[in-house]
């Protein structure tokens, strides 16, 4: 198939869904976009398997999603929940998989890593899913993932970013890029443009994907000579950041790296504000959310965050995505929505390359994955079964991600 199919596919009209999905806070699609004559072939192109294979599916496939849908992580979580559901729809939609029906079970981890074993467990045990897209943090990763590598079940993580993550078995894949790859790019063009010498540091000591950013942060900083006069943290949930900024402030730095997720980031910002600290502040992944302009409101302006994913790349298959995803949720996709839905239609592409709901085939051909056109990019699988693409530095701009230039 040719990857120029790619983009048409996304215009197809969204029509119903198999979905057994238990949350309900995912909004129903508020539009349907115009009606189109679909192509003739499967979305995406794979290496591996001929698109043939998937004559031999029938019946409901089905894959496990398990995501934060409640608490503060569902401010990724939700669109996380989204663009599976999208992707779904399409996959339908356009007979990816032939006689067979792609549904999606759904369990809310809420953040919590017992709560996201507990739903490793019972989408493996009681729902037999062939696979499982999640969980949304790192730390429910470390947690949840193994139950899947033990049981043989290929997981896919569409947002965790960790250290580690795919070092827990050969059944644990992710398309979220590394904090080890976003991270130095981030400090070599923030550097570049900015000309910063000494920086402060704030990072949330008590998560491992703010723990692991941070201790990419500290080694781009030392690799690129830039001196570091002061270290702080904090805890996921701390509201009051006034005694570690102020100690920050007086030292002036040049710029403020923080290592958080949104929320805990957004309340940085703002008490950095009020205190007079005006320089400029430089995240990871955890800044990529429409919530923390949302939350720090003009605090946020000119925060410049690593990321994966920009919505405003022109290539088609990325603002074919973005179009249906408009029309179908009302408000713009983010990283994690793009990445959540590249997952889907990886996952489903490897059901249909491998031709069997087996896990071990649907693994393999998982693996094998190269070349396949997706809203992040010309997308592949590494030896490791981490994503290969190109990350992007973005800047809040009236309170919307633009490319840092």
């Not at 540091?201 to 491992?208: A, I, P, R």
């Not at 942060?217 to 805890?235: D, M, N, Q, W």
């Not at 007086?250 to 008490?271: D, G, K, R, Y």
């Not at 592409?349 to 997706?374: E, M, Q, Y």
Request: net charge negative.
């Amino acid at each position: 198939m040719k990857p120029g199919r790619f983009a048409l596919l996304f215009l197809v009209v969204l029509s119903l869904l198999v979905v057994a999905c238990a949350p309900p806070a995912t909004p129903a699609p508020a539009a349907q976009p115009p009606v189109q004559e679909p192509a003739a072939e499967p979305t995406a192109e794979a290496a591996a398997e001929p698109a043939a294979a998937s004559g031999a599916l029938s019946g409901e496939i089905v894959v496990g999603c398990a995501h934060a849908l409640s608490g503060p992580i569902a401010i990724y979580g939700e669109p996380i929940h989204n663009g599976i559901l999208l992707a779904a729809q399409q996959i339908n939609d356009q007979k990816l998989l032939g006689d067979a029906t792609l549904a999606i079970v759904c369990e809310d981890t809420a953040g919590d890593k017992a709560q996201a074993i507990n739903a490793f467990q019972k989408l493996i045990n009681q729902d037999k899913v062939v696979a499982i897209l999640g969980p949304t943090l790192s730390n429910s990763a470390f947690a949840a993932d193994p139950v899947a590598q033990e049981a043989g079940i290929p997981v896919l993580g569409s947002s965790n970013t960790a250290a580690g993550i795919t070092d827990m078995g050969d059944y644990v894949f992710r398309d979220s890029l590394p904090e080890s790859d976003v991270i130095p790019n981030t400090i070599l063009v923030t550097k570049d443009k900015l000309g910063y010498s000494k920086v402060a540091v704030m990072y949330g000591n008590d998560d491992q994907f703010t723990q692991s950013g941070y201790d990419v942060f500290a080694e781009a900083l030392a690799g690129s000579g830039t001196e570091v006069v002061a270290t702080e943290t904090f805890a996921k949930g701390d509201t009051d950041f006034s005694a570690q900024l102020t100690k920050i402030a007086a030292l002036e730095p040049e710029a403020l790296i923080v290592s958080a997720l949104a929320e805990e980031a957004a309340n940085i910002m703002i008490q950095a504000r009020q205190l007079g600290l005006d320089v400029p502040i430089i995240g990871g992944n955890g800044f990529n959310s429409p919530k923390l302009a949302e939350i720090a409101g003009p605090a946020a302006e000119g925060a410049i965050s690593g990321a994966a994913w920009n919505i405003g790349n022109p290539a088609p298959e990325n603002q074919a995505f973005v179009d249906a995803y408009r029309a179908a949720y009302g408000g713009d996709p983010d990283q994690f929505a793009a990445q959540a839905y590249t997952a889907t239609w990886l996952m489903a592409t490897a059901i249909k390359n491998a031709g069997s709901a087996d896990p071990a085939a649907i693994r393999d051909a998982l693996a094998a994955i190269t070349d396949f056109p997706s809203p992040l990019g010309t997308y592949s699988f590494d030896a490791n079964r981490n994503p290969v693409h190109t990350p992007v530095v973005l800047i809040v701009k009236d309170g919307k991600f633009q490319v840092f230039e």
